[in-house]
């Protein structure tokens, strides 16, 4: 089991960027594959970006492709997630996840309280 904490969030200016961190305790972090959701006012929780447990295997979602980069660094249990030109519509609150992939899907068993972003038009 791991703990995850996220931070980073903030308001933004759209065109803007903002770096999400999310924190893991727990000595079996580097086993997991991780990944971020976010999830905006009325609507379900949505697939951001993931990424394996060896760095590898990194996965986006079409609306933020090219645009987010996800990425971890198992020495510090540490997730990242680099989010440049940001839209008005990348407003949620953004949790980072761990969990594995099977069959090539992201299944997250734990998650963090997450963060909220906002961005003004």
């Known amino acids: 089991q791991v703990q995850l904490v996220e931070s980073g969030g903030g308001l933004v200016q759209a065109g803007g960027s903002l770096r999400l961190s999310c924190e893991a305790s727990g000595r079996t972090f580097s086993i997991y594959a991780v990944g971020w959701f976010r999830q905006a006012p009325g609507k379900e929780r949505e697939f951001v970006a993931r990424i394996g447990w060896n760095y590898e295997a990194t996965y986006y979602a079409d609306s933020v492709k090219g645009r987010f980069a996800i990425s971890r660094d198992n020495a510090k249990k540490m997730v990242y997630l680099q989010m440049n030109s940001l839209k008005p519509e990348d407003t949620a609150v953004y949790y980072c996840?761990?969990?594995?992939?099977?069959?090539?899907?992201?299944?997250?068993?734990?998650w963090g309280q997450g963060t909220q972003v906002t961005v003004s038009s």
């Open positions: 996840s761990a969990g594995y992939i099977s069959s090539g899907a992201y299944i997250p068993t734990m």
